[in-house]
């Protein structure tokens, strides 16, 4: 199975709206509505931000949304924030049944 | 709360077997619909997905490491383990231990994550 794909980087200013893209195929994102989004600072545990390509766990802002069109699922971070500056993991089932990731997104608050 | 903590040997010769145990803490391993995870993170890379126990004992695998791993459950000491056998410098990573809720994407439980560095 391949990666998904994210872009490798993506910057914002505070207070801006930023989206960051997964692409899969009709294989994995494209034929399950079960898209994960994950937050993760370097050496921390990864978070998760957004489940099921749209619930937001509690706790979690809700400047985080998630969505899907087709074989690509994004999540946007509204209101950008300088704590927002981390890396983003998008991951989706499969149908092997199996589990995929992107490879990671580094988002930059400028 | 549920806590999930990984432990084993943080230096693993090349050609061996890699073995690493989640105890969970905070609820039991046998009850509602949970799948056990092992995901891994080579340094400077992104996050790949190793494979997954039910309760039950089903399991599932990364194609791309299938021929290589197994994961077994031990609901009596409420633990998972992963082995992952012939491993290589490309296995040296920082590994996690994950709960999903059954039926949804939901990885909301993590454990902080252990290194394991392949080296003679």
């Known amino acids: 199975q391949s990666a998904l794909t994210q872009p490798a980087s993506v910057s914002g200013s505070p207070g801006q709206s930023i989206t960051i893209s997964c692409t899969g195929t009709?294989?994995?994102?494209?034929?399950?509505?079960?898209v994960s989004w994950f937050q993760h600072y370097p050496g921390k545990v990864p978070k998760l931000m957004i489940y099921d390509v749209t619930n937001r766990p509690s706790g979690v802002s809700n400047r985080f949304s998630g969505s899907k069109s087709g074989n690509t699922a994004s999540l946007t971070i509204s209101g950008l924030q300088a704590e927002d500056e981390a890396d983003y993991y998008c991951t989706s089932y499969t149908s092997s049944t199996s589990w995929v990731f992107g490879g990671g997104t580094k988002l930059t608050v400028l | 709360q549920v806590q999930l903590q990984e432990s084993g040997p943080g230096l693993v010769n090349p050609s061996q077997t890699l073995s690493l145990t989640c105890t969970v803490s905070g609820g039991s391993i046998s009850s509602g619909t949970y799948y056990w995870s092992w995901i891994r993170q080579p340094a400077g890379k992104g996050l790949e997905w190793i494979g997954q126990?039910?309760?039950?004992?089903?399991?599932t695998y990364n194609p791309s490491l299938k021929s290589r791993v197994t994961i077994s459950i031990d609901t009596s000491t409420n633990q998972f383990s992963l082995k992952m056998s012939s491993v290589t410098a490309a296995d040296t990573a920082v590994y996690y231990c994950?709960?999903?809720?059954?039926?949804?994407?939901?990885?909301?439980?993590w454990g902080q994550g252990t290194l394991v560095t392949v080296s003679s």
């Open positions: 126990i039910f309760t039950s004992g089903s399991t």
């Open positions: 009709s294989s994995d994102v494209g034929g399950y509505n079960y």
């Open positions: 994950a709960r999903r809720v059954g039926g949804t994407s939901n990885f909301a439980y």
